[in-house]
């Protein structure tokens, strides 16, 4: 790989999302993967030998040699990607913020934090503008930037548009989510084989109480102004190996026709994809017209990026709501790494790694 590239670690590098990142770091034009870290079980052995490979195809040929380091500062790079435990993520990210890094993280510890950015780039790019608050109120030389829960994300892409043109009132979402996004091994298979379990904890708090409201909320100037919407969430683990798909109503203040509905989001074209962001979908949100889609298995890798667009269907009238439909996402790519790795290629578009490093970016993606 090129030295001119940014460089880029991985923290938790032998996990479900660790591995996405990892996988979708081969290649990328701007990131090139110098650390791969994971707990002190692993440190110190091959990648190889400490990481049972998940994903379609093999580990990339060149990282099976590669020392796994603990989860310090000091290792070579200047993003890192978080896929830790939320248990375990919150000490180790702070302790990269302060020491300079720009920590990407999956864990849930900051969502909710005044002063920490929860984005999805297409949805909220100008909350980046926490960053300033957050360095000047914690005193660290780095910062933190969080990713939504992996079911949020999908539900808020979806209803991103929507709200811009018509204001929501009241969502009512059920999800059927996959095995993945409770990690490796995650659920046992005895549990989960013909069945679904109805429970998945703290998942209905997240997308209830707080993260749709902070994502779609008005940046001030000084703080996010939490959107003014109730949501009802039931959340599921069925037995799909990738992939969220949500059973969304919803009611707005200003009713809309159901071609109201689709033009939204036809016509949606948010920053990322004005901004050809590497890792952005040309369209971010995909109408499918089939009666019985989408479907995990069949469409959770459509779309110009694999993983990265939301998938929507079935829009008809509710009976208790305006309307209904479903939204399908993947969890692992979208729902998390590919969510985090979009989320620094802004960070790196907008200048928050210094101009040199945008305008590098930018010759590296147009080269
Ligand atoms: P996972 O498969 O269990 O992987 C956890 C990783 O963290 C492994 O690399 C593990 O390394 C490392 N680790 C564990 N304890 C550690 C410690 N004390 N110090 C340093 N490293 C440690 O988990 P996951 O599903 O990838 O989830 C990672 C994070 O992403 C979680 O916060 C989760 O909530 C979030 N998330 C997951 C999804 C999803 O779809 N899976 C979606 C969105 C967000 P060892 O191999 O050495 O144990």
Known sequence: MSNAKIKVGVLGATGAVGQRFVQMLQGHPWF??????????????????????????????????????????????????GGLPTDVAKPIEQEFAAAGYIVCSNSSNHRYDADIPLMVPEVNPEHLALIELQKRNRGWKGFIVCNPNCSTTHLVSALHPLHTHFGLKKVFVVTMQAVSGAGYPGVSSMDILDNVVPYIGGEEEKMEQKEPQKLLGQFDGAQIAYADFVVSAHCNRVPVRNGHLLAISAEFIKQPTQEEMLNAWKNYDPLPQQMKLPSAPTAALIYDERQDRPQPRLDRLKGSVPGMATVIGRLRPDPLFHWKFLALGHNTIRGAAGGSLLNAELLVAQGYLGGEAALLAKQLQFA
């Open 32 to 81: 090139e993967l110098t650390a791969l870290c994971a707990s002190d079980r692993s440190a110190g052995k091959r990648y190889a030998d400490a990481c049972k490979w998940n994903l379609r195809g093999d580990m990339p040929e060149h990282l099976r040699d590669v020392i796994l380091q603990d989860c310090k500062p000091g290792v070579d790079c200047q993003i890192v990607f």
